[in-house]
Every structure is written in structure tokens, then in C-alpha cells.
């Protein structure tokens, strides 16, 4: 590779499951991307279970024993994938389906370079870690115990269209999406698939506040759960569902007086980088967004609600958010000192110093 524009092809690989909403997504670069899936297994393994849950739910056990399979499938299809492409390097960003992926690299002597978003580091990141020539890491270094030769904090890369949103900005985006000026909004997204618990907390709360006609509730539902949400939420006034948002998705947040959300670590950058006050509600099964909303929460960067209590904690949450701009503007600015603006660049030439061979220091 030289100095300023390079050729270069991307191949991004994902499973079944985010196929659709990954072809969507990648059809809005500026450049071509292939997609291209792979078989992907996972280790169920829950937080809010002990040996016992696993005993009685021994369907999980089972089910375990088959992704097993499902996760040698997908080496097959990484190693086949990888050389009908050849890459001079190989990028996973966690989840079950670098794997397989990270594993093929690791054969075919590919260089592998992760990265992680979240506080509390993820299986797939540890295992990868030993095999890797670089880690970028969401988090300061001080939460991982990678090895820190060859590991940089560089932030979570979010959108290059993802700012500080001003009044005016805001009342832009509004008016780009159509939505009403003289409302309150409050935007929910449970992730790229969604969430049934939020949604339901939603329109549940939705209903609760029907009477407050200067409350608006604008859920992403995830493409399954629409049909559901809409069902549910038949006869409200004050709510909008929509499946999911391939383009501009900065924008809806960006419009919002407060958002609800899970507890990833890429969106609460997003929501960093946007200057916004926040509801965070980790997964109740996932140990990463838990420690991810701890730590937030720790810094009053965030108010975390669980999933347990959703339902009867969400109305009042909003509410108090909605009724008090101090709060909501405080909570905002405390996330905004997360914001690493130029994480994306910063993975970037840590990924082509790997290829070029280069010092990462």
C-alpha cells in the first residue's frame, strides 16, 4: 500500500441472522463492500444463571452441543472464504462469528487484528487475543489484560456524521425525518435485532403517558418483532414503530430528547458522540452490556434500568428525564466526555500498520 487513496476490497462476513440489515448497511458506503455469510454457532451462557438454571434448561446444554457443530461449519466456510479472497489481513470486531473466522487467519498465517468495544471483554476477543498481531480496545487499557505491546485504546469508531447535536441540529433532523417540533421524543432501539423486552416496555409506557399530549415514543423494533409491536401498540396516538433504520440512523437519534437502549458499546459511543441523555438497559443475559452500564452509570453518564423491572421503572425514568433539562443536559454532557471522535480513523491505521508490517507504537 502507498501513501493517500488505496485500492482496496473489503469482504464483510457475518452470519444468517444480520444478513439482511448487513447488506442494507453496507449499501450506503461510498465504496463497494461484499457481504458473505458464514455458519455461526454460539455458547449460550447467561449471566443471570448459575449451574442449576443450566440443569433445568437442559434444552440450552443441548443446544450448545449443536452450535459445536454449526462453529466447525463455519471454519470450513472461513477457510474457503478466506482463500477465494485472499486479504492481506483479517479485521474481527467480536462476536461468535470471528471465531471461525479468526481461527481460518490464524492457519493460513493472515494477520489478525481485533478489536474490543466493550468494558468486560467478550470469549470470542479472549480467545482471538493470543493469535493477534494488534487489538484496539473501546475501554483505556486499565479494563483489559490483553497485552499491551501490541494493544491501543483507540475509542469505539462510530459514523463520521455522528456529532454534538445543538437545538438546531436537532430541530433539522426533525424536520429531515418528519417528525413534530413541539414534542418531546423519545427514541428506543433494542439493537440490530431488536428487543421484545423494550419494545414492550415502550408501548407499555407509551400507554401510561397516552394523556401527555407533548410526548411522542418512537420505537425500532428490529425487522421480526414490527409485526408484534404494531399489534400491541394499535389505537396510540403517541407512538411510531419502525423495523429498523438502514440509513440516517444518527439522525433518529440525534432528533431525540431522550433515548432508550440497550447497553452496547457502539451505541452508547454513538450516543457519546451525539451529546444525549440516555436510558441504558443492558441484556439481562449479556455479562458485557451489564459492565458496560455499570461503568457508565458509575460516571452518572447514563441512568441504567434492568430488564426485569423495565416495565415498572421506564415511565417513571422518562418522566423525570423529560420534566427536568438539568438532568437530562448533565447526563448528556457527562457521556460526551466518553467521545472519541477519530476512533475510526485510528483503528484504521492501526489495521494498515499490520499490513505494512510497521511499528504500532
Known amino acids: 500500500m502507498t501513501e493517500g487513496a488505496e485500492d482496496f476490497e473489503v469482504l464483510f462476513v457475518c452470519d444468517r441472522a444480520f444478513e439482511k440489515q448487513a447488506r442494507g448497511i453496507m449499501a450506503e ?7 458473505k455469510t458464514i455458519p455461526s454457532g454460539k455458547l449460550r451462557r447467561y449471566a443471570h444463571f448459575s449451574w442449576w438454571h443450566y440443569v433445568r434448561h437442559f434444552s440450552i446444554v443441548m443446544a450448545n452441543i449443536g452450535d459445536m457443530f454449526k462453529t466447525g461449519a463455519g471454519f470450513a466456510a472461513s477457510l474457503w472464504t478466506l482463500l477465494r479472497f485472499r ?12 471465531l471461525p473466522m479468526g481461527f481460518a487467519a490464524r492457519l493460513l498465517h493472515i494477520p489478525l487484528v481485533i478489536h474490543d468495544s466493550d468494558v468486560l ?42 456529532r454534538a447535536v445543538t437545538t438546531k441540529i436537532e430541530e433539522k433532523y426533525r424536520e429531515e425525518l418528519g417528525l413534530p417540533l413541539d414534542k418531546k421524543i423519545v427514541v428506543a432501539v433494542g439493537g440490530g435485532l431488536g428487543s421484545v423486552v423494550i419494545n414492550a416496555a415502550i408501548i407499555a409506557t407509551a400507554k401510561n403517558l397516552a394523556d401527555n399530549k407533548n410526548i411522542l415514543f418512537y420505537n425500532i423494533t428490529g425487522t421480526n418483532n414490527i409485526d ?14 419502525e423495523p429498523f433504520v438502514y440509513k440516517g440512523m444518527h439522525k433518529v437519534l440525534g432528533a431525540a430528547d431522550v433515548v432508550v437502549t ?16 440516555v436510558i441504558a438497559v443492558p441484556a439481562r443475559q449479556l455479562s458485557d452490556q451489564q459492565q458496560n452500564a455499570k461503568m457508565f452509570a458509575k460516571y452518572n453518564a447514563v441512568i441504567a434500568l434492568q430488564d426485569d423491572n423495565l416495565t415498572d421503572g421506564l415511565a417513571g425514568a422518562v418522566t423525570e428525564l ?8 448533565q447526563l448528556a454532557e ?3 466526555q466518553f467521545a472519541k471522535p477519530d476512533a475510526a480513523r485510528d483503528m484504521a491505521h492501526l489495521i494498515v500498520a499490520v499490513v ?3 511499528d504500532i507504537a
Open 121 to 162: 471483554p467478550g470469549l470470542t476477543n479472549k480467545v482471538l487475543a493470543r493469535y493477534a498481531s494488534a487489538i484496539g480496545t473501546g475501554m483505556p487499557l486499565e479494563h483489559y489484560s490483553y497485552n499491551p505491546a501490541i494493544s491501543r485504546y483507540v475509542g469505539v469508531p462510530i459514523n463520521a456524521d455522528i
Open 87 to 98: 486479504p492481506d489481513v483479517v479485521f474481527a470486531k467480536g462476536g461468535y462469528v470471528c
Open 334 to 336: 457527562n457521556l460526551h
Open 29 to 35: 458506503l461510498p465504496f463497494a463492500v461484499k457481504v
Open 356 to 358: 505494512r508490517g510497521e
Open 262 to 277: 440497550r447497553a452496547s458499546a457502539t451505541t452508547l459511543q454513538e450516543l457519546a458522540g451525539l451529546k444525549k441523555a
Open 322 to 329: 423529560l420534566d427536568s433539562y438539568e438532568h437530562r443536559d
Open 228 to 241: 408484534a409491536a404494531k399489534e400491541a401498540s394499535r389505537g396510540l396516538n403517541n407512538y411510531i414503530a
